[in-house]
């Protein structure tokens, strides 16, 4: 089950971090000198800047932090030589054409990887010298404004090494060659017995989609859209478009949760909590390409497909339904008044679904994890909840806290850092991944590369 | 007989509008209706929905729901009932507000089509103005201009003549949908637009206006059955001749529900007595005003089940 997955992984990755934090000294993010040294130097009277006011997680690290584990050191070492190799590879004259473009896309991948990392220890080279000079130097006056300069110099090139730490983990974390997509969002409300809360909070999670949505300068089509009786939202599917638009929501699919207390002016008996629930689906928008659809494949019914059409009847009715037979997908629109525009919408969402199913059948972890994430659609199932009664919303994967809930669902900032920290967190589980996974595969390398140097 | 039948539909209008409980309407009305009053207190859209639907349904209305849904969300400024701002269906409708929706649910008990009540429709990407009896585009006549479109791409003009030189001709335009909609996708085209009814005319004359378009449109009062030659002096050759004529028999008219048969212009409908009057006469006219360039079909939209007749003209 991927949740176990997720939860494995991340605890594995809390024990990293924390092994890590242990020799982590000061505050603010950098190493002292002393501080390198070992942990008999430790600075504890900085203050834990991950206390004050800012949003309280469960495991809290840093990219760079990742440096420091030792199956990441190995991977670098790997790809250092990997990179070695092809360099070495490239050099020679016989190697083919098509093993040459295979060779240089690898070299461009890899260099700036390998650069980052030369450039790291040429910074920690610098900082050794620098501590040398530092304890070197005696009492003297001249000595002490030696010191001084040092000690501006060591930060310099510890915050220097910082940066550079957490840019080649970024660089590290495989990618996602889904995340600049354009999205299909969909919201559909939960079911309750009783009451509308489940459609009022979809409808206000959709307000806050299209809040995020502005916020991040993205183009927000509705693409369809059904209100309940009361006043809420049944559900809505809406086109997302724009910069990476999936890298920052494809975490947001799930249930989510929501808790209230209703209005005023009930008994004491009502004041108890209530809880709905909503879920979100997103799903990548396909290359065209990728998507064909033989016309013979769709049944599409209209007004018209139930009887009698053209000049001998009026109709207002302009909802369209098509089915993919082969599949048996479906997508309708009643958008708009026009026919052929609905057909248009309801063609889009259908393709949207497809290439959802097609990427399934490649049998990819990662969608089958997405589905798995709605299919259920239990309270066991949540990735979210949103407590108006105690105004805080918890993302349970995380941890990550947020206060303000009001300000929250206007969906912009505090959204954005949840995502962002959410997106965190995946991106070191996929570094985490990969490096475990080529770790167990460099024992079966076949000694090919080790021959290479000839 | 055209008289009686502008009298009837001026009636039958009237019987609509004047549909008030203390109303008073002829003996000549074509259908008896008195109307609910308007509520005392204030109601939401969504009750006033509520409200109308059961009342259509009561009095025998075709599509109830889709009725009282497209008259309330066009009063609240939406096209669709989806489309309403959210939160205004379930706010109190101002005073105001509740009589316009009351008048015009009105005019719908008399079956006037939903299109001439709220005096508007949407054709693939237009919003036209509707007004009786002038026809009504139908859904699927917005396929017709897609086969058109294509059609334009497939076969330019030889020679390199680029759109800017072509015309086309529509017989029969109605409140202007075909030749409006050929004309927003492509920028460079012009055309001619011919109909018997002076009504559809001068409907055809706002909605290119309207959008902007009337500088690539001309449109003329002709019968094509009576006037062939001033249809063919009206522009040199056109490469393209579209239409949607009317194609159904005429024993079939008088079944057609009371939306078609009380609002809309028979003229637009009635095809004769094999249904291929019009048709005919359009074909037969063709070769004269299309030119001597590409080839010669013509797509006809006929029927319940939507056949497209490709007929070749050679």
Redesign the interface.
């Known amino acids: 089950m991927f949740v176990n997955g997720w939860c494995r992984i991340w605890t594995s990755c809390r024990r990293v971090i924390y092994s890590s934090r242990k020799r982590r000294i000061g505050g603010g993010g950098w190493r002292t000198l002393t501080g390198r040294t070992g942990p008999k130097h430790a600075n504890t009277s900085g203050a834990q800047p991950w206390s004050s006011g800012a949003p309280s997680r469960f495991c809290h690290s840093d990219f760079g932090d990742l440096y420091e584990n030792v199956s990441v050191q190995k991977y670098i070492q790997q790809l250092t030589e990997e990179h070695g190799n092809v360099r070495k590879k490239l050099q020679h004259l016989y190697v083919s054409e098509s093993e040459r473009k295979v060779l240089q896309m690898r070299h461009t991948e890899l260099l700036p990887l390998v650069t980052m990392f030369e450039r790291i220890q040429e910074a920690q080279k610098d900082l050794e010298e620098l501590s040398l000079l530092y304890n070197s130097a005696g009492s003297k006056d001249e000595d002490e404004q030696l010191m001084e300069l040092c000690k501006e110099e060591e930060m310099q090139i510890s915050s220097k090494i910082v940066d550079l730490r957490k840019d080649l983990m970024e660089a590290l974390v495989p990618q996602d060659p889904l995340d600049s997509s354009n999205i299909l969002l969909e919201v559909i409300s939960g079911r309750t017995t009783g009451g509308d809360i489940c459609q009022r909070f979809t409808?206000e999670m959709f307000?806050m989609y299209q809040g995020f949505a502005s916020y991040m300068n993205w183009d927000f089509e509705?693409l369809?859209?059904?209100?309940s009786?009361?006043?809420g939202l049944h559900h809505a599917a809406v086109k997302i478009a724009g910069e990476n638009v999936y890298r920052y929501l494809k975490h947001e699919g799930g249930t989510h949760r929501v808790q209230i207390i209703p209005e005023v002016g009930l008994s004491s008996r009502m004041q108890r909590i209530h809880t709905g629930t909503m879920t979100v689906i997103i799903l990548p928008q396909p290359v065209e390409l990728d998507v064909r659809i033989d016309p013979k494949d769709l049944r599409i019914d209209?007004?018209?497909s139930r009887?009698?059409?053209?000049?001998?009847?009026?109709?207002?009715?302009?909802a369209v339904r098509i089915v993919h037979l082969p599949t048996g997908i479906t997508a309708e629109c009643?958008?708009?008044?026009?026919?052929?525009?609905n057909r248009d919408t309801a063609m889009k969402v259908l393709k949207f679904r497809l290439y959802e199913r097609m990427m399934d059948k490649e049998n990819n972890l990662r969608h089958r994890a997405r589905k798995q994430q709605v299919g259920m659609r239990t309270q066991s199932d949540r990735i979210r909840t949103y407590n108006f009664s105690q105004d805080r919303v918890t993302d349970h994967r995380t941890g990550y806290e947020a206060r303000d809930i009001k300000a929250f669902m206007r969906g912009g900032e505090p959204l954005y850092h949840l995502v962002c920290d959410v997106l965190k967190h995946s991106e070191m589980e996929a570094l985490l991944g990969a490096v475990e996974s080529s770790s167990s595969s460099s024992s079966l390398k076949p000694p090919e590369l080790e021959q290479s140097a000839d | 007989m055209s008289v009686f039948k502008s009298v009837m539909w001026k009636r039958a209008l009237n019987a609509g509008l004047m549909c008030q409980p203390k109303g008073t309407w002829g003996v000549h009305a074509v259908r008896r209706c008195s109307a609910p009053a308007v509520p005392v207190n204030r109601i939401t859209a969504?009750q006033a929905m509520d409200i109308w639907k059961r009342h259509f349904m009561e009095r025998g209305v075709t599509?109830p729901e889709?009725?009282s849904q497209?008259i309330i969300a066009h009063l609240l400024g939406a096209?669709?009932?989806?489309?309403v701002e959210?939160?205004k269906?379930?706010e109190l409708l101002s005073p105001e507000k509740t009589e316009q929706v009351w008048k015009l649910c009105t005019r719908r008990l008399s079956r006037m089509?939903?299109?001439y009540v709220i005096e508007e429709?949407?054709?693939?990407?237009l919003t036209l103005k509707m007004r009786p009896p002038v026809f009504?585009p139908?859904?699927?006549t917005?396929?017709l201009v897609?086969l058109v479109l294509a059609d334009l791409e497939r076969f330019p003009k030889p020679g390199g003549v680029v759109d800017a030189q072509r015309s086309f001709m529509e017989v029969g335009c109605g409140s202007g949908a075909i030749s409006l909609s050929l004309l927003k996708s492509r920028p460079q085209l012009r055309a001619v637009a011919v109909d018997r009814s002076l009504d559809a005319v001068n409907l055809t004359r706002e909605n290119a206006l309207r959008l902007g378009l009337q500088d690539r449109l001309q449109v003329y009062h002709v019968d094509v059955m009576k006037d062939a030659e001033t249809v063919l002096d009206l522009c040199g050759p056109v490469s393209t001749l579209v239409s949607n004529p009317?194609?159904?028999f005429s024993e079939?008219m008088k079944s057609?529900?009371p939306?078609?048969l009380r609002f809309?212009d028979h003229a637009?409908?009635d095809g004769g007595d094999d249904g291929l009057g019009v048709i005919k006469q359009i074909l037969a006219l063709a070769p004269q005003i299309l030119s001597n360039h590409g080839p010669r079909f013509c797509i006809l939209?006929?029927?319940?089940s939507?056949e497209h007749l490709d007929m070749d003209l050679h």
């Open positions: 409808s307000e509705v369809s859209c059904s209100d009786e009361y006043s209209t007004f018209r009887g009698a059409g053209g000049q001998s009847v009026n109709t207002t009715d302009s009643q958008q708009t008044r026009s026919q052929l525009k | 969504l599509e889709h009725s497209h096209k669709t009932i989806e489309s959210r939160g269906l379930t089509p939903v299109q429709w949407d054709f693939r990407d009504i139908r859904p699927e917005e396929e897609d009317p194609y159904l079939d057609l529900e939306e078609i809309e637009a409908l939209q006929k029927d319940e939507n």
